[in-house]
C-alpha cells in the first residue's frame, strides 16, 4: 500500500518484493507522485531512474523486499529512492562496448542531477535527485 509521509518533506513510499516485476510497480509510484505534484516533465526521467534502482537491488542484493520512496525534498529537488537490506554499496563499473549489463549506474549519473546512498544500520538507501525545471 502507498502512503504518504506523515512528517518531514512530502512523499509516497511502497514496500515492494525484491522481484524484476516490481519495476513496473515503482514506475507507477513514481509517476503518480510526480504528476500530482505537477512536475509531469519529470515522469519519463524518474520512472527510467527508478528503474535501474529496483533493477540493481533485484541483481546484486539478496533482499526479500525493497522500500521504494519519492519525496519533494524542496520545491526545485525531487530524490527518488530504494532501500534494501544489504550492506553492499553501489558502484559504477567500467563498461566495454559489447557488454549488455553494467550500464545502470551510468545512466543514472547521466539523467539525474546528482545521486548516492546513504547507509543505514540495517542496510542503506540508493537514491537519485531530480531537479525541478524553472516555471
Same mark, same amino acid.
Given at each position: 500500500m502507498t502512503r504518504p509521509t506523515a512528517v518531514g518533506p512530502i512523499g509516497y513510499t511502497e514496500t515492494l518484493?525484491?522481484?524484476?516485476? &516490481? *519495476? @513496473? $510497480?515503482? $514506475?507507477?509510484?513514481?509517476?503518480?507522485?510526480?504528476? &500530482? #505534484?505537477?512536475?509531469?516533465? %519529470?515522469?519519463?526521467?524518474? &520512472?527510467?531512474?527508478?528503474?535501474e534502482l529496483v533493477g540493481n537491488a533485484v541483481r546484486h542484493t539478496p533482499?526479500? %523486499?525493497?522500500?521504494?520512496?519519492? @519525496?519533494?525534498?524542496t520545491n526545485d529537488l525531487v530524490r527518488? =529512492?530504494?532501500?534494501?537490506?544489504?550492506?553492499?554499496l553501489p558502484k559504477m563499473d567500467l563498461v566495454a562496448g559489447g557488454d549488455e549489463t553494467g550500464r545502470g549506474l551510468v545512466l543514472v549519473d547521466a539523467l539525474s542531477h546528482r545521486w548516492g546512498y546513504s547507509?543505514?544500520? #540495517? =542496510?542503506? &538507501?540508493? #537514491?537519485?535527485?531530480?531537479?525541478?525545471? *524553472?516555471?
Open positions: 518484493p525484491c522481484k524484476p516485476e &516490481t *519495476a @513496473r $510497480r515503482a $514506475r507507477l509510484l513514481v509517476s503518480a507522485a510526480l504528476n &500530482t #505534484w505537477g512536475v509531469g516533465e %519529470l515522469v519519463d526521467v524518474g &520512472t527510467l531512474i527508478v528503474s533482499c526479500r %523486499l525493497v522500500r521504494v520512496s519519492v @519525496r519533494r525534498v527518488i =529512492g530504494v532501500t534494501d537490506k544489504s550492506h553492499a547507509e543505514i544500520r #540495517w =542496510g542503506k &538507501t540508493v #537514491w537519485a535527485e531530480l531537479a525541478v525545471p *524553472a516555471c
